[in-house]
Protein backbone atom coordinates (compact mmCIF):
# COMPACT_ATOMS: atom_id res chain seq x y z
CA UNK A 1 0.00 0.00 0.00
CA UNK A 2 1.66 3.38 -0.61
CA UNK A 3 0.36 5.93 1.58
CA UNK A 4 2.10 8.72 -0.84
CA UNK A 5 -1.28 9.51 -2.22
CA UNK A 6 -3.99 11.68 -0.20
CA UNK A 7 -7.34 10.01 0.35
CA UNK A 8 -9.82 9.07 2.71
CA UNK A 9 -8.57 5.02 2.55
CA UNK A 10 -4.85 6.38 3.12
CA UNK A 11 -5.74 8.41 6.01
CA UNK A 12 -7.98 5.87 7.57
CA UNK A 13 -5.03 3.56 7.58
CA UNK A 14 -2.24 5.98 8.97
CA UNK A 15 -4.80 6.92 11.98
CA UNK A 16 -5.55 3.33 12.59
CA UNK A 17 -2.34 2.23 12.78
CA UNK A 18 -0.98 4.97 15.03
CA UNK A 19 -3.91 4.17 17.25
CA UNK A 20 -2.54 0.26 17.15
CA UNK A 21 1.31 1.93 17.57
CA UNK A 22 0.50 4.14 20.47
CA UNK A 23 -1.94 1.53 22.33
CA UNK A 24 -4.91 4.03 22.47
CA UNK A 25 -7.37 2.29 24.78
CA UNK A 26 -9.96 5.14 23.82
CA UNK A 27 -10.31 4.42 20.05
CA UNK A 28 -12.94 7.24 20.26
CA UNK A 29 -10.11 9.73 20.25
CA UNK A 30 -8.22 8.14 16.84
CA UNK A 31 -11.87 7.71 14.73
CA UNK A 32 -10.66 8.73 11.41
CA UNK A 33 -13.52 10.72 10.26
CA UNK A 34 -12.58 13.26 13.10
CA UNK A 35 -9.36 14.16 10.85
CA UNK A 36 -9.10 16.34 8.12
CA UNK A 37 -7.50 15.21 4.51
CA UNK A 38 -6.13 18.83 4.48
CA UNK A 39 -3.97 17.51 7.29
CA UNK A 40 -2.67 14.27 5.67
CA UNK A 41 1.22 15.54 5.43
CA UNK A 42 1.17 16.44 8.47
CA UNK A 43 -0.22 13.28 9.70
CA UNK A 44 1.61 10.87 7.51
CA UNK A 45 4.75 12.85 8.73
CA UNK A 46 3.24 12.14 12.24
CA UNK A 47 3.02 8.44 11.00
CA UNK A 48 6.79 8.27 9.60
CA UNK A 49 8.05 9.38 12.51
CA UNK A 50 6.16 6.66 14.88
CA UNK A 51 7.03 4.06 12.56
CA UNK A 52 11.01 5.18 12.52
CA UNK A 53 10.54 5.23 16.37
CA UNK A 54 9.41 2.12 17.44
CA UNK A 55 9.06 1.65 21.17
CA UNK A 56 7.78 5.57 22.93
CA UNK A 57 8.37 6.30 26.24
CA UNK A 58 5.26 7.48 28.23
CA UNK A 59 6.46 10.86 27.78
CA UNK A 60 6.78 10.32 23.80
CA UNK A 61 3.25 8.76 23.69
CA UNK A 62 1.63 11.17 25.65
CA UNK A 63 3.01 13.92 23.20
CA UNK A 64 2.42 11.86 20.22
CA UNK A 65 -1.72 12.09 21.11
CA UNK A 66 -1.52 15.69 22.46
CA UNK A 67 -0.29 16.03 18.92
CA UNK A 68 -2.54 14.09 17.04
CA UNK A 69 -5.29 16.69 18.69
CA UNK A 70 -4.25 19.76 17.08
CA UNK A 71 -5.04 17.95 13.95
CA UNK A 72 -8.72 16.93 14.69
CA UNK A 73 -11.38 18.75 12.63
Do not use: C, W
Not at 29 to 40: A, L, S
Amino acid sequence: MSLEEKSEGNLAHIIQEMSRMLKVVNESIMDPNDYDIDKYDELKSLYDLLKQKGTLTVAETQAFIAELREYRK
